[in-house]
């Protein structure tokens, strides 16, 4: 598997869902709490950031438009922080 399958795939399966997961934690703690504080907001919106840019890069990967050293480096990154090295 090349390094932008792989990216691809640890996005697809494993990043995507988790920023998923989280949105969806945070949609439950606004509804639960009549006012909600600037930094949920901010949160929220900074998750669905890059739940965005998560999928810009799956898309990216997909046309063909991202280089080899691209994928790895954003591919190194992801990793260090699912394994809390960042």
């Known amino acids: ?3 932008q399958e ?3 795939q640890l ?3 494993k990043v995507i869902p988790d920023v ?8 439950e703690e606004i509804s639960d ?3 909600v504080d600037a930094q949920t907001k901010e949160e ?6 890059f739940k965005a840019d998560l999928k810009d ?3 990216d990967i997909d046309a063909g438009d991202m280089e080899d050293d691209e994928a790895s480096d954003i591919l190194n990154d992801i990793k ?3 394994d809390g090295t960042l």
Not at 20 to 27: L, R, V
Not at 44 to 49: A, F, G, H, K, Y
């Open 33 to 35: 709490t009549k006012n």
């Open 80 to 82: 260090g922080a699912i």
């Open 6 to 8: 792989e990216l691809k």
């Open 44 to 49: 929220l919106e900074e998750l669905q950031d």
């Open 57 to 59: 890069i799956v898309k």
């Open 20 to 27: 998923e997961e989280a949105i969806d934690e945070m949609f």
């Open 1 to 3: 598997m090349n390094v």
């Open 11 to 13: 996005i697809e399966n």
